[in-house]
């Protein structure tokens, strides 16, 4: 299971990272740079368009291995779930069901999120306060205050959404997995 998140990841997140190398190699830290590209020619467009498209196909490629964990708790290796989830993923009724699902299912998320970050606001005076105290760091306290809520909401959404997600995954695998005849 663990291999199938790893190639997953493998094969999702270069695109979008080699996008965000390659255009500061050639404009440096701002596009704004007269040199080497000029602005409004057509490689000056590339490089600004690349991260938005480096974006689309990263999330096309993780909507298409989406179904691959459930595949991998089915029995099939790391490289044949991903195989799997491809094939299933990119059939007529099988990328519409995984948008229609993947949608609601990442605004689920979204504003669990959302909630429980919220509800975690009250931890910033008490993790400032007791940082403070231990270490004298007032600078590291105060960055511990502002993250400690985005942490603890961030675990807490996931302690809540991925038991749904995934099961609501893996009931859409089946659902899209053709039946044998015996």
Not at 11 to 30: K, N, S
Not at 38 to 53: D, I, K, N, Q
């Amino acid at each position: 299971m663990l291999a199938v998140y790893a190639l997953r990841g493998l094969a999702v997140w270069p695109l979008p990272l080699l996008t965000l190398a390659v255009p500061e190699h050639y404009v440096g830290d701002q596009l704004d740079t007269p040199l080497p590209l000029e602005r409004g020619s057509w490689s000056y467009e590339l490089v600004a368009a690349s991260p938005a498209v480096a974006l689309a196909v990263a999330v096309l490629l993780r909507l298409s291995l989406t179904l691959a964990p459930a595949a991998a708790a089915g029995g099939l290796g790391p490289v044949a779930a991903l195989r799997r989830s491809w094939r299933l993923t990119w059939t007529r009724p099988g990328g519409a069901r995984v948008l229609a699902l993947a949608l609601p299912l990442a605004a689920l998320t979204a504003a669990a999120l959302r909630l429980t970050v919220q509800l975690a606001l009250p931890l910033r005076p008490l993790v400032r306060g007791l940082l403070e105290d231990a270490t004298g760091n007032f600078f590291a306290a105060y960055y511990a205050d502002i993250l400690a809520p985005i942490a603890a909401g961030a675990l807490a959404t996931s302690a809540l959404t991925l038991p749904v997600t995934c099961t609501a995954f893996a009931v859409l695998r089946t659902r899209l997995t053709p039946r044998t005849v015996t």
